[in-house]
Nanobody, 125 residues
Framework: VQLQASGGGLVQAGGSLRLSCTAS????????VGWFRQAPGKGREFVAA????????YYADFVNGRFTTSRDNAKTSVYLQMNSLQPEDTAVYYC???????????????????WGQGTQVTVSS
């Protein structure tokens, strides 16, 4: 499966963005789709994940109810709705997918087989 992340941009603090992750070459059925981000000079960190079949979602503690990940019924897109954005949310955001990942590794970059190219999110103060 190939992943395409989109929807990033420049937003003021307190604003919102909706990121999309679109699959090609396969559908997201039976996948776990994760969102990660990487700020300049930092490692890639887990943001959220959704298990396609069950729709169960998982979030990093720093999300604190501000972000929501969801899927479409066509099995080709996953979304990350980000509200109340803050300057510390500035990063490149990536989507990733895996069919074989287990719950204990959802938050681990090494658990995912497929990665999109990333989309820049910049939050100004």
């Amino acid at each position: 499966v190939q992943l395409q992340a989109s929807g990033g941009g420049l937003v003021q603090a307190g604003g919102s963005l909706r990121l999309s992750c679109t699959a090609s070459g396969d559908t997201f059925s039976n996948y776990v789709v994760g969102w990660f981000r990487q700020a300049p000079g930092k490692g890639r960190e887990f943001v959220a994940a959704i298990r396609w079949n069950s729709r169960h979602t998982y979030y990093a503690d720093f999300v604190n109810g501000r972000f929501t990940t969801s899927r479409d019924n066509a099995k080709t897109s996953v979304y990350l709705q980000m509200n109340s954005l803050q300057p510390e949310d500035t990063a490149v955001y990536y989507c990733a997918a895996s069919r074989s990942i287990i719950v204990s590794t959802y938050r681990n970059v090494n658990g995912y087989n497929y990665w999109g190219q990333g989309t820049q999110v910049t939050v100004s103060s």
